[in-house]
């Protein structure tokens, strides 16, 4: 391939576009959404009877380069070691209507598609980025979950409402995590506000006891090796691992508590929900074979808390191959759904989160489910009426699942074609690598510098996952995403 670097950026998003349709995802806005959304002339205001909440120190946690801010958080110390942790979530179902162009659209995608040269977000980023986004320095109105845990991190009341929230700091998770671990300075918003360098490390304490408890009752410790593609203006340069850190976990902790208490308190007003499933894996016998391998005896029925003990052993005992392990262990649990709860049902829950009431509630500026959620929440707080009927909510739950399966694929070709680009004129090289899968299907490695996966073709029966090999590029197709090896 005779590479543009200046090209890079455009023909990734030719490639995400050309995936996007093939995948029946709307990659463009239909005109009447378009009309609409240039009609909607402010962020939604506050109601009468709404709560005001603007004084508390609210801050948002998320991804450098991130514009749609959906939540906020804050914690306040109470007596008896008990702490209070709220979550306010962006309202977007107060610009987006139900029925209207700007929800067919968001209905039909059901998700935002992040791709590293070009993002098909769900709304518009006149809504997403702005007047529905949770901006610094903004008055907004967003749906609360009020959470009160105790010493030992165990929830002891619950309450959801609206309320007008005002975000004091937008933080990312890389500067706040370094500065939770005493490994970089605090973000200068944090300095530039009193009290808040004290708060957010009040919600550190109660999210580290939160993890500590979920992990305790078999919330899986898994780890996978994501890249981002690095850009210098339009040119691919390089790919960096995007691993979990402190503030992650802060936020995803406080995420997964409020989706939990979500999902009970629908369930408790005897409404149906949307919750967000991972069922006992049909699939135990292969892994209980995968924990053979390493001296382990698991259970003979699913059992998560026996299968989080195996993989913390592991983490530690090889922290090198262990996201190739849990690589394994994923698509063996296998992809978690859509399904409806109804009055008096029993939904599955989330067997890698341990968890048996869990929603998707705090994402509604990038994923339809949580605008869905938002809408029943509504109707349960008594300012709506029942949004859908449960032939509509299975009816959704199967179309989002799909379409989150569908964006996910668009993401992952897109990814790596994006390693293929930046490998395309290193054709002959050679690499050290790491063996990650083996089997009937093909072998394939993943290079230790640049962090690159693909397939290693030739004579390779006598390597298994976790093996060192030294590897010779041979082919890279952008196009396809489609990376080959030899042996050297």
């Excluded at 979920?214 to 780890?223: D, F, I, Q």
């Excluded at 999902?263 to 149906?272: M, T």
Aim: hydrophobic residues 40%; contains cysteine.
């Amino acid at each position: 391939m005779n590479r543009d670097p200046k090209g890079d950026r455009a023909c990734l998003a030719a490639i995400a576009r050309k995936a996007m349709i093939e995948r029946k995802l709307e990659p463009d806005f239909p005109p009447a959404a378009l009309q609409e959304v240039a009609g909607i002339r402010g962020a939604a205001g506050a109601t009468e009877g709404m709560r005001d909440l603007r004084g508390l120190l609210w801050a948002s946690i998320d991804n450098n380069d991130s514009r749609d801010l959906d939540q906020l958080t804050v914690a306040e110390a109470l007596a008896d070691g008990r702490t209070r942790i709220l979550v306010a979530v962006a309202d977007v179902d107060a610009l987006v209507r139900m029925g209207s162009p700007l929800d067919g659209h968001a209905a039909h995608n059901t998700t935002s598609v992040y791709t590293p040269a070009i993002i098909f977000p769900m709304l518009p980023e006149t809504l997403s980025t702005n007047l529905t986004s949770l901006n610094e320095d903004q008055d907004r109105i967003a749906m609360v979950a009020d959470m009160v845990f105790d010493a030992d991190a165990t929830l002891v009341q619950s309450e959801l409402y609206r309320a007008q929230v005002h975000n004091r700091a937008k933080l990312a998770y890389r500067t706040v995590a370094a500065w939770l671990d005493g490994k970089g300075p605090a973000p200068q918003r944090v300095l530039e506000t009193p009290g808040l360098d004290e708060n957010l490390r009040l919600q550190d304490r109660v999210a580290q006891k939160l993890a500590e408890v979920r992990h305790r009752n078999g919330a899986l410790s898994l780890e996978s090796i994501e890249t981002r593609a690095v850009f210098e203006k339009d040119a691919v340069t390089g790919l960096v691992v995007e691993r979990k850190n402190r503030a992650k976990q802060l936020i995803e902790d406080f995420m997964i508590a409020a989706n939990g208490v979500t999902a009970a308190f629908l369930n408790a007003r005897k409404l149906p929900s949307l919750r967000r499933v991972l069922r006992s894996p049909e699939r135990w016998e292969k892994i209980m074979r995968v924990a053979d391998q390493y001296g382990t005896h698991l259970p003979g029925e699913p059992d998560a808390a026996a299968l989080e003990t195996f993989l913390c052993q592991r983490r530690k005992a090889d922290p090198e191959k262990f996201p190739d392990l849990s690589l394994t262990i994923v698509k063996l649990v296998g992809r978690g759904e859509y399904a409806v709860d109804v009055p008096g049902g029993t939904a599955p829950g989330h067997f890698g989160l341990a968890v048996r009431d869990y929603s998707h509630s705090t994402a509604p500026n990038r994923r339809f489910p949580d605008v869905i959620t938002q809408r029943m929440l509504k109707a349960a707080l008594g300012a709506a009426p029942l949004p859908y009927t449960i032939a509509e909510l299975n009816e959704l739950a199967g179309h989002c699942t799909e379409k989150e399966d569908d964006a996910t694929k668009v993401e992952r070709q897109v990814r790596k074609s994006a390693a293929a680009l930046l490998l395309s004129d290193r054709i002959g090289e050679r690499f050290e690598a790491i063996v990650t899968g083996a089997s009937a299907k093909g072998t394939w490695v993943r290079l230790f510098n640049p962090p690159v996966e693909g397939r290693l073709d030739g004579n390779t029966e006598a390597l298994d996952v976790g093996d060192r090999t030294r590897v010779k590029l041979v082919r890279a197709d952008v196009q396809r995403g489609f990376i080959d090896f030899v042996r050297d």
